[in-house]
């Protein structure tokens, strides 16, 4: 079944910098993959998807990168803030009937004022 | 008009009890999930329901046992809980296009 490795489990930045989250998944047939936003106390939020056809795709300052090859995904956060302190998930998926999401393991992000 | 909404929010209990966990999405989506979080937020996957079909049963103990009366609804029993059972259970739904979940606020059962 498929796997998916996320890294780094922690990341600390200072508000202004960028962030960056890398995951890897294994199995080629995946498609379909998510990055959620979990803040403290509160459910899992889709923030920004990319589907299997694309390199990449962007919304306003998350921005997710797709290497189909390598089989590995990443989501950058550019000018961050200290709303954007949460642990994020990356997942995978096959899409429509399989489409249970496998979850990488989560990166708790903090940034700093 | 909470689009994924879970009861109860919290859930304290003996071990041994039987509980159960409800789950209703107003969204009119095809498939709903129930994934559990462990206390270090790994999110698995447990169970899901497409028009009250199970099609994925993953390794979870038979003392779990979902039930979907109808596609809007898919609640958790749990029989004869353990320690180990404690953790927050999220339910999700997923439309028929097959991209992206919403998920509910999540039950924290802690058993004692």
């Known amino acids: 079944g498929e796997n998916v490795e996320q890294h780094p489990s922690t990341l600390s930045v200072q508000e202004g910098d960028s962030a960056v989250i890398k995951c890897t998944y294994s199995?080629?047939?995946?498609?379909?993959f998510p990055w959620y936003k979990q803040e403290l106390g509160k459910r899992p939020q889709l923030i920004i998807d990319?589907?299997?056809?694309?390199g990449e795709k962007k919304d306003q300052r998350i921005a997710v990168t797709l290497n189909k090859t390598a089989k590995h995904f990443s989501l950058h956060i550019t000018e961050t803030q200290p709303e954007d302190s949460a642990v994020y998930f990356c997942?995978?998926?096959?899409?429509?009937?399989?489409?249970?999401?496998?979850f990488g393991k989560g990166t708790k992000l903090s940034v700093k004022p | 008009d909470t689009a994924v909404s879970q009861t109860p929010k919290y859930l304290v209990t003996q071990m041994g009890n039987d509980k159960s966990i409800k789950c209703e999405q107003n969204?009119?989506?095809?498939?709903m999930y129930w994934y559990k979080q462990d206390s270090k937020k790994f999110l698995k996957i447990m169970f899901s329901?497409?028009?009250?079909?199970?099609?994925i049963n993953e390794t979870v103990p038979n003392r779990f046992s979902p039930k979907s009366p109808d596609k809007a609804h898919l609640n958790l029993h749990i029989n004869s809980l353990e320690l180990g059972d404690s953790a927050v259970y999220f339910c999700?739904?997923?439309?028929?296009?097959?991209?992206?979940?919403?998920f509910g606020s999540g039950t924290r059962l802690t058993v004692v």
């Open positions: 997942a995978a998926s096959k899409g429509l009937r399989q489409g249970n999401l496998i």
């Open positions: 199995d080629s047939a995946s498609n379909y």
């Open positions: 990319i589907r299997s056809n694309v």
């Open positions: 969204l009119g989506h095809d498939t």
């Open positions: 329901y497409n028009n009250k079909e199970l099609i």
């Open positions: 999700a739904s997923m439309a028929a296009g097959g991209l992206g979940y919403t």
